[in-house]
């Protein structure tokens, strides 16, 4: 049975960091392509990030230069390091898994709710 566990949300101030890891099981961890999704209220689930599992790294515009995605296929942890946080980056993130490179979907955590104040 595949389980993507995130942890690492919270509450923060604008302009603060928070990193998110994801912790997987039951999968061949390096063979999958990891992904940030988030869903702020009232909005739909839009990807943040993705990283293969050779490295190679894609950003929603959104975040890009902020937000920094890193795997470590020795620990099947996958990460998100979050800087220069802003009140809409406030939202569930949830951790994915999938074989696409724009849309690794086929696997979900249930979710990290992340909140900044201004």
């Known amino acids: 049975q595949v389980q993507l566990v995130e942890s690492g949300g919270g509450l923060v101030q604008a302009g603060s960091s928070l990193r998110l890891s994801c912790a997987a099981s039951?999968?061949?961890?390096?063979?999958?392509?990891m992904g940030w999704y988030r869903q702020a209220p009232g909005k739909e689930r839009d990807l943040v990030a993705a990283?293969?599992?050779?490295?190679?790294?894609n950003y929603a515009g959104s975040v890009k230069g902020r937000f920094t995605i890193s795997r470590d296929n020795a620990k099947g942890t996958v990460y998100l390091q979050m800087n220069s946080l802003k009140p809409e980056d406030t939202a569930v993130y949830y951790c994915?898994?999938?074989?696409?490179?724009?849309?690794?979907?086929?696997?979900w955590g249930k979710g990290t709710l992340v909140t900044v104040s201004s």
């Open positions: 994915t898994a999938g074989s696409s490179f724009w849309a690794p979907t086929r696997y």
């Open positions: 039951g999968l061949t961890f390096g063979s999958y392509v």
């Open positions: 990283i293969s599992s050779g490295g190679n790294t």
